[in-house]
């Protein structure tokens, strides 16, 4: 049984820092692309950050660029999203997501519906 738990979501000050994970199970992490999605009260759920099966290539929304670093630790089956310079705007609900890459996939990485394994989400909240 595939299963994506988010945890790490907090409430923290403008201009603090958090980091997020996402733990899996039931399925060989090594051959999956990860990515973060959030989603704001109201707002389309959107494309974070994506990084490859092997860990060596990743992605940003330009919104976080500079900000968010994704890394994964395959031999702990988990992919960490490290937030720093928080801002109110980055308050969501943050969601990690699993895919069998293609060649198509980076291309597209910020699609929710490239995405077969998702989990249930953990809330973020940036407010002082």
């Known amino acids: 049984q595939v299963q994506l738990v988010e945890s790490g979501g907090y409430l923290v000050q403008p201009g603090g820092s958090l980091r997020l994970s996402c733990s899996t199970s039931?399925?060989?992490?090594?051959?999956?692309?990860i990515a973060w999605f959030r989603q704001a009260p109201g707002k389309e759920r959107e494309g974070v950050s994506c990084?490859?099966?092997?860990?060596?290539?990743?992605y940003y929304a330009d919104s976080v660029k500079g900000r968010f670093t994704i890394s994964r630790d395959n031999a702990k089956n988990t992919v960490y999203l490290e937030m720093s310079s928080l801002k109110s705007e980055d308050t969501a609900v943050y969601y990690c997501?699993?895919?069998?890459?293609?060649?198509?996939?980076?291309?597209?990485?910020?699609?929710?519906?490239?995405?077969?394994?998702w989990g249930q989400g953990t809330q973020v909240t940036v407010s002082s």
């Open positions: 039931g399925f060989t992490l090594d051959d999956y692309a």
């Open positions: 990084i490859n099966s092997h860990g060596d290539s990743t």
């Open positions: 997501a699993a895919q069998r890459p293609s060649g198509l996939l980076y291309f597209r990485w910020w699609q929710r519906n490239n995405y077969q394994y």
